[in-house]
């Protein structure tokens, strides 16, 4: 069996998401939904109503300990952003963060994934972008694939970080070399399974080009410049030991404002601290 039916094989596998993003999900789908009950759906789950607060007080959102129930967390939030933030929660528990291979740790990578979420957000509010519910998260699953990897490939991923090390190449390179298939057609199939929106499943397949079939994407640009810029300040840890280069096309897409990387890399360090606390080890 090739890596590429294994992938397919273990997602199948792979536990569902809790019961309490599907009961969010499902009472979404009624457009007059109140915040109440929302809140009651969440609140039975203590452990995310105590991980809901803390996100939503931290500096990430600006609110700094103003919001003090569930119910004002969805009011200053939203409905949707809520649900990602569950979904963020949820998908972090669900992979094993004590394996280790050569010295490269799924905390790392769930680090570097939470700082490219922070940017990519930062990014969208920066350029305008008006819904900005995904952009948080787009930026928290889109190395998914790799997790898959570290989970139930890892003698074959041991064998794709020293790829990296010996050829001096992208971890996409030595990915499709040893495996024949990368972590982001990887964490697409598991995006599918889980029948996440069709912006989050592209954000995830085509990040590393930062566009898709030559569509003007802000979302993809985003998390694309994002991934990069986290690299580069070695927030975390993406398993790649050179910084890729981004694809030129979408400084057109997203037209950054003139000093916005300097302008924000102090919040972006404080907002990844906090977030980092309070997402995987609080």
């Known amino acids: 069996m090739n890596s590429f039916d294994k992938i397919l094989q273990n997602v199948n596998k792979l536990q569902t998401l809790p019961t309490i993003y599907s009961s ?3 009472a979404l789908k009624d457009p007059l939904v109140t915040p ?3 809140a009651r759906i969440i609140t039975v789950d203590q452990v ?12 990430f959102y600006g609110f700094r300990g103003r919001i003090d129930t569930i119910s004002q967390a969805i009011l200053y939030l939203g409905f949707d952003e809520i649900k990602n933030i569950i979904f963020a929660l ?4 669900i992979f094993t963060k004590d394996k280790i291979i050569l010295n490269f740790k799924p905390t790392d990578l769930w680090a570097h994934s939470i700082a490219v979420g922070i940017t990519t957000r930062l990014i969208g509010s920066a350029i305008g972008e008006k819904e900005l519910e995904n952009y948080f998260l787009a930026g928290i699953i889109h190395d998914i694939g790799k997790l898959l990897f570290i989970e139930f490939l890892p003698n ?4 794709v970080l020293k790829l990296v090390v010996q050829k001096d190449c992208t971890i996409r390179e030595a ?4 495996l024949g298939i990368d972590h982001c057609r990887a964490g697409q199939i598991l995006a599918e399974k889980w029948k996440l929106p069709t912006g989050l499943q592209d954000a995830i397949l085509y990040h590393h080009n930062g566009i ?3 569509q003007t994407n802000r979302l993809i640009a985003s998390v694309h410049i994002a991934d990069i810029l986290a690299t580069a300040l070695e927030l975390g840890r993406s398993g790649d030991i050179l910084i890729p280069e981004p694809n030129f096309k979408v400084w ?10 300097p302008s924000i890399k102090k919040k972006l360090i404080e907002d990844f601290d906090q977030t980092v606390r309070v997402m995987l080890y609080q």
Do not use: M, R
């Open 24 to 26: 969010i999900s499902e």
């Open 36 to 38: 109440e009950k929302l």
């Open 48 to 59: 995310s109503s105590f991980k809901i607060l803390k996100v939503a007080n931290s500096p």
């Open 90 to 93: 949820s998908v972090v528990n």
């Open 156 to 159: 074959d991923f041991e064998k």
């Open 175 to 178: 990915e499709t070399e040893i």
């Open 212 to 214: 898709k079939e030559n």
């Open 252 to 261: 057109d897409i997203i037209k950054l404002p003139k000093g916005f990387f």
